[in-house]
């Protein structure tokens, strides 16, 4: 029932920017908490950064001053944008949701879109 489909991957070089969006859709998306996370090839999942349904946020320190998370609740859409990328900003990233941020870890996810950043 629930469905997150992410879209926006793709290659970027170094110093670039990109936007992931997730639609998302079986669940009621106003009241549940939204992350991205982030996994590359034998590297543990990051939690990239997280947006309550309040609004409130938080983020990884690897990436605060750089992504952005938002949600426009009338189109059921989460955001990532994702500026000064670097290589190590490669990695599946995945959207996913859950009742609250603090058990963003056992929330639903959806089927990842690749980010690659290299010159």
């Known amino acids: 029932q629930v469905q997150l489909v992410e879209s926006g991957g793709g290659l970027v070089q170094p110093g670039g920017s990109l936007r992931l969006s997730c639609a998302v859709s079986?669940?009621?998306?106003?009241?549940?908490?939204m992350g991205w996370y982030r996994q590359a090839p034998g590297k543990q999942r990051e939690l990239v950064a997280a947006?309550?349904?309040?609004?409130?946020?938080n983020y990884a320190d690897s990436v605060k001053g750089r992504f952005t998370i938002s949600r426009d609740n009338a189109k059921n859409t989460v955001y990532l944008q994702m500026n000064s990328l670097k290589p190590e900003d490669t990695a599946v990233y995945y959207c996913?949701?859950?009742?609250?941020?603090?058990?963003?870890?056992?929330?639903?996810w959806g089927q990842g879109t690749q980010v690659t950043v290299s010159s």
């Open positions: 079986g669940i009621i998306f106003s009241s549940n908490a």
């Open positions: 996913t949701t859950a009742g609250s941020i603090a058990t963003m870890a056992f929330g639903s």
């Open positions: 947006i309550a349904s309040g609004g409130r946020t």
